[in-house]
C-alpha cells in the first residue's frame, strides 16, 4: 500500500480538464511545499512535470498545473491530449523516520 | 544536459547479490544527493535509498532494504552504486537513479536497469 493515496484511473476526452488528487498526511504532503508530480509513459522513466507544489519543471507545457490544500495535493491537465495519456505519480518529501520520500500508487489518465 | 545511466541489473538466484550502478554527466556530480527509486513490475515507485552529496554524510534506506542494501558513491568517476545482498522475489524491480535537487525534487532520473531475482 502506497504512502500517498491518488485514484487508480481517470479519463477525458481530448480538449477536456482532468484533476488528478494526492493525499497524504501532515507528515509530508500536508507538511511540505516539496510535492512533486511525475508523469510515465510505458517502458520510460519518470520525468519530472511538476515540483514544489505547483512550479513547472523545464519545457513542461502550461497546460499542467499543480496546487495543494492541507494534506491533499492535486495535477490538473487542461486541453487534454492524446500524448499526456500515462501514468502520473505524486511524490513528497516525509519527516518519517523510516523514509525519505514517498508516492502515490499511481493514476492512470485515458485520453477517450 | 544532465544525463543520469543506469547499468548492471539482470539475472540472480534468491539469496544473491547483484551491484547496480549510475554514471552521472551534465553537471558537477558531489555537491548532489542522490536516490534509488525502485518500481516492481506492473507496480507504483518505491523509494529505496539515499546518499549525502560531498558537504555532508547522510546515507538513508527504506525499511524493506535496510541490512541487506549499502548505498555509496565515487565522485571521481561520478558514479552511483546500490550494493544489493540476499535478494529475495520482493526486490525484482526496475532500478532508478534520481538526482535530489535542493532536497527538494527529484529532478533528474537514469533509465532504469531491471533487476530479476529468480531461481
Known amino acids: 500500500q502506497s504512502a500517498l493515496t491518488q485514484p487508480a484511473s481517470v479519463s477525458g476526452s481530448p480538449g477536456q480538464s482532468i484533476t488528478i488528487s494526492c493525499t497524504g498526511t501532515s507528515s509530508d504532503v500536508g507538511g511540505y511545499n516539496y510535492v512533486s508530480w511525475y508523469q510515465q509513459h510505458p517502458g520510460k522513466a519518470p520525468k519530472l512535470m511538476i515540483h514544489h507544489v505547483s512550479d513547472r519543471a523545464s519545457g513542461i507545457s502550461n497546460r499542467f498545473s499543480g496546487s495543494k490544500s492541507g494534506n491533499t495535493a492535486s495535477l490538473t491537465i487542461s486541453g487534454l491530449q492524446a500524448e499526456d495519456e500515462a501514468v502520473y505519480y505524486c511524490n513528497s518529501y516525509t519527516s518519517s523516520s523510516a523514509l525519505r520520500w514517498v508516492f502515490g500508487g499511481g493514476t492512470k489518465l485515458t485520453v477517450l | 544536459e544532465v544525463q543520469l545511466v543506469d547499468s548492471g541489473g539482470g539475472l540472480v538466484q534468491p539469496g544473491g547479490s547483484l551491484r547496480v550502478s549510475c554514471v552521472a554527466s551534465?553537471?558537477?556530480?558531489?555537491?548532489?544527493?542522490m536516490n534509488w527509486v525502485r518500481q516492481a513490475p506492473g507496480k507504483g515507485l518505491e523509494w529505496v535509498s539515499y546518499?549525502?552529496?560531498?558537504?555532508?554524510?547522510?546515507?538513508q534506506y527504506a525499511d524493506s532494504v535496510k541490512g541487506r542494501f549499502s548505498i555509496s558513491r565515487d565522485n571521481a568517476k561520478n558514479s552511483l552504486y546500490l550494493q544489493m545482498n540476499s535478494l529475495t522475489a520482493e526486490d525484482t524491480a526496475v532500478y532508478y537513479c534520481a538526482r535530489e535537487v535542493g532536497g527538494t525534487t527529484l529532478e533528474n532520473w537514469g533509465q532504469g536497469t531491471p533487476v530479476t531475482v529468480a531461481s
Open positions: 551534465g553537471f558537477t556530480f558531489s555537491p548532489y544527493g
Open positions: 546518499i549525502s552529496g560531498s558537504s555532508t554524510n547522510v546515507i
